[in-house]
């Protein structure tokens, strides 16, 4: 078994002031992760398990992948830190099976991670973004609350900014001119935790609103996955660069930016990890009724900057072609990330060069991913080893 005070050592240029202190080891000690077989679910149970939490990690396999065994993920997770994660597939819609896993352990709070996030989808389909989403918060809240957990770390996004206002942008900018429906349900989730916590004052909530997510753990072992058709930047990329796509379309020229390019504050995963970890100390340490925090680095990137540092750092090309803007996006968004700071304690540590660095690794160590393995359709795993 490891020191729980251990960090990783290896590939020291990519692990940044990543040394747990004594004063990171909470006073809960049971965390349920939703969506914990997924891409910032499973990074995120890393550093849990790195801090010295038990973790129940649940997934209904809707953008992860899984077999008859468990998650790749997660077994790849124990591999990393020498810890056992305890794993069930499981569906928030399903609120007996839910239900059944809170009776089994005492969980003393919830990550959740668990939701659809395709843009496109959602404008397709928003009843099953509303039912999954929504839905699935609503059954998770209920069950916490009949089980006397009123912790909840909320995986939020920037996007319920909108169309900035102004930039850098802090908590208090306007949510809610969001013009997608995976968008609008990430901003009503925000909107339910403010009446909860104002008409219950057991609740303890932190909303942490994510920039863009990109990067992998340092060993390669872990990454982005997706079972369903993926149009970010950076995992687009990487498939170009593998050879697989034959080029990245570029979505818009023309934006009053430097580059006329599309700016976003891209941010590394384990950063994102270390976020949450920050965020349970802090409700694990006062009551603080509901807060909102960005997690970004404050520091803007175009695309072009983004396919030049990739290219730059892997050796990798990627060829381009420009097309018109893309329906729905942006123009720039980036976090003043300075509210985390100040309360949590947290700052981004990894730089551009480590996320497209991390990001490579994962990808050329597993081209296709984690190994599949057939899954029968209803089957329930209990434990993951
Ligand atoms: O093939 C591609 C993909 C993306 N882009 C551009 O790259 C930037 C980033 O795009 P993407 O990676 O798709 O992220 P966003 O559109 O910023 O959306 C992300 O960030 C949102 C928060 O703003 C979240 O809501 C979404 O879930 C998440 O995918 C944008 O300027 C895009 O126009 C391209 O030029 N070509």
Not at 77 to 93: H, M, P, W
Not at 247 to 270: E, K, N
Not at 306 to 316: D, H, I, N, Q, S
């Amino acid at each position: 078994m490891q020191d729980p005070l251990h960090r990783y050592e290896f590939n020291s240029n990519s692990i940044l002031n990543h040394v747990v202190e004594p004063s990171d080891m909470a006073q809960f000690k049971t965390i349920l992760v939703t969506g914990g077989a997924g891409y910032i679910g499973s990074h995120c149970v890393v550093d849990l398990l790195e801090t010295g939490y038990e973790v129940i990690a649940i997934d209904n396999f809707a953008n992860a992948v899984g077999d008859d065994d468990g998650s790749p993920a997660l077994r790849r997770v124990e591999q990393i830190t020498g810890k056992k994660v305890v794993f069930y597939r499981a569906d928030l819609l399903n609120k007996e099976q839910i239900n059944d896993i809170f009776d089994k352990h005492r969980v003393e709070c919830v990550i959740h991670f668990a939701a659809l996030k395709a843009v496109g989808e959602s404008m397709m389909q928003p009843l099953l973004y509303y039912q999954n989403n929504l839905l699935g918060m609503l059954n998770l809240l209920e069950v916490m609350r009949s089980h006397n957990c009123f912790q909840l770390v909320f995986s939020s996004s920037c996007t319920v900014y909108g169309e900035p206002e102004w930039l850098p942008i802090t908590e208090v900018h306007p949510t809610g001119k969001i013009t997608n429906v995976y968008g609008r349900t990430k901003y009503f989730i925000e909107e339910m935790l403010k009446d909860l916590s104002a008409a219950d004052e057991r609740w303890n909530v932190i909303s942490l609103r994510y920039f863009n997510p990109v990067g992998a753990h340092p060993s390669g072992l872990i990454g982005e996955d997706p079972t369903k058709e993926f149009t970010n930047l950076m995992p687009f990329m990487a498939q170009v660069a593998l050879g697989k796509k034959p080029a990245l379309t570029v979505f818009g020229s023309d934006y009053p930016t430097p580059d006329g390019t599309g700016v976003r504050d891209y941010i590394h995963v384990m950063d994102l990890a270390a976020g949450h970890v920050a965020a349970l100390r802090m409700i694990s340490e006062k009551h603080i009724g509901l807060k909102v925090y960005n997690l970004g680095t404050g520091r803007g990137v175009s695309v072009k900057e983004l396919v030049t540092v990739f290219e730059r750092v892997t050796g990798a090309k990627v060829p381009l072609k420009y097309e018109a803007r893309r329906h729905g996006d942006i123009t720039a968004m980036w976090a003043d990330p300075t509210l985390a700071k100040e309360e949590l304690g947290w700052t981004s540590q990894y730089t551009v060069e480590e996320m497209c660095t991390d990001f490579w690794r994962w990808q050329t160590m597993n081209p296709d991913g984690y190994p599949k393995k057939a899954m029968k359709p209803n089957h329930i795993v209990n434990g993951n080893s």
